[in-house]
């Protein structure tokens, strides 16, 4: 059974940088999707399972970094120059066909970046 559980938010003032994680029960693609009040859920970035191939949405380049530890089946989403529009609850999703279909979904975790 495909788990996920995602950790790290939390306030930081707009400048800052936080680093969340997304614990798996297993070897997936991995995606971090944000959804803001009353906005829709939108990508940040995806991994691949073995880590080589990564995405990342235009807002994320350049401030966001995405890796993993296959050791420890983890997926970090390290978040630099944090933006008060970046508020938002963060999700990891999960591939585990490898068939670009998010099947999985964990709870979220809420990032509030402050002015």
């Known amino acids: 059974q495909v788990q996920l559980v995602e950790s790290g938010g939390g306030l930081v003032q707009a400048g800052g940088s936080l680093r969340l994680s997304c614990a798996a029960s297993g070897r997936y693609n991995i995606g971090w999707f944000r959804q803001a009040p009353g906005k829709e859920r939108e990508f940040v970035a995806a991994?691949?399972?073995?880590?080589?191939?990564?995405n990342y949405a235009d807002s994320a380049k350049g401030r966001f970094t995405i890796s993993r530890d296959n050791a420890k089946n983890t997926v970090h989403l390290q978040m630099n120059n944090l933006k008060p529009e970046d508020t938002a609850v963060y999700y990891c999703?999960?591939?585990?066909?490898?068939?670009?279909?998010?099947?999985?979904w964990g709870l979220g975790t809420q990032v509030t970046v402050s002015s």
């Open positions: 999703a999960a591939d585990p066909n490898r068939r670009a279909t998010w099947s999985h």
């Open positions: 991994i691949g399972w073995r880590g080589v191939n990564t």
